[in-house]
């Protein structure tokens, strides 16, 4: 199976062609090969939200080498926008049915625990600049309203992002669907 991407109009194209032992990755006239036996970890992610707007991804680590990023995006050669979210999806289950029986590869989804991390530290922040302004400014009760709200708004989608982007592992077997294009 052929898969090829973009991920803006000014990248160079790259095409992934899955084979029956192994892949190989084709960048600007240089091809690399790939034994799917090599695969350490699987990560796919999707779109974030509105604060994070991302695309579906999915990160192939391979031992000793650097991590594969494919995207769902693509780009024609006048930086037009390309819809191919079914040919992403069907890549990413014919890719998990090769690597499947690498007994030592790892398949996780959500954010990654660095990136978690960070965002989690972020919120928290945010939290602590509002109730820090709150607590200056109790006397005039017009100063109240701004901080609380925006530490309502922060505190709910903190909490949505905690809950649903927390890193997790999935069987390949049976990829959750949230993590492909529709």
């Given at each position: 199976?052929?898969?090829?991407?973009?991920?803006?109009?000014k990248?160079?194209?790259?095409?992934?062609?899955?084979?029956?032992?192994?892949?190989?990755?084709?960048?600007?006239?240089?091809?690399?090969?790939?034994?799917?036996?090599?695969?350490?970890?699987?990560?796919?992610?999707?779109?974030?939200?509105?604060?994070?707007?991302?695309?579906?991804?999915?990160?192939?680590?391979?031992?000793?080498?650097?991590?594969?990023?494919?995207?769902?995006?693509?780009?024609?050669?006048?930086?037009?926008?390309?819809?191919?979210?079914?040919?992403?999806?069907?890549?990413?289950?014919?890719?998990?049915?090769?690597?499947?029986?690498?007994k030592?590869?790892?398949?996780?989804?959500?954010?990654?625990p660095?990136?978690?991390?960070?965002?989690?530290?972020?919120i928290?922040?945010?939290?602590?600049?509002?109730?820090a302004?709150?607590?200056?400014?109790?006397?005039?009760?017009?100063?109240?309203?701004?901080?609380?709200?925006?530490?309502?708004?922060?505190?709910?989608?903190?909490?949505?992002?905690?809950?649903?982007?927390?890193?997790?592992?999935?069987?390949?077997?049976?990829?959750?669907?949230?993590?492909?294009?529709?």
């Amino acid at each position: 199976m052929d898969y090829a991407f973009k991920n803006s109009p000014k990248d160079h194209l790259t095409q992934m062609v899955l084979g029956e032992n192994g892949f190989k990755i084709v960048i600007d006239g240089a091809t690399y090969n790939y034994k799917y036996s090599d695969i350490t970890r699987v990560w796919l992610n999707n779109p974030e939200g509105f604060i994070a707007p991302g695309e579906y991804s999915c990160t192939v680590n391979i031992v000793d080498k650097k991590p594969i990023y494919i995207t769902s995006k693509n780009f024609d050669q006048n930086g037009l926008f390309i819809e191919q979210s079914h040919h992403y999806n069907s890549f990413v289950r014919v890719l998990h049915m090769h690597i499947k029986s690498n007994k030592a590869a790892e398949f996780k989804f959500g954010t990654t625990p660095a990136r978690y991390l960070k965002r989690v530290a972020i919120i928290a922040l945010i939290l602590t600049a509002c109730i820090a302004s709150i607590i200056t400014f109790n006397s005039n009760p017009f100063y109240f309203i701004v901080p609380s709200v925006f530490g309502v708004f922060v505190t709910i989608y903190g909490l949505q992002f905690c809950i649903t982007r927390f890193p997790k592992g999935y069987n390949p077997d049976n990829i959750p669907l949230e993590l492909l294009p529709a």
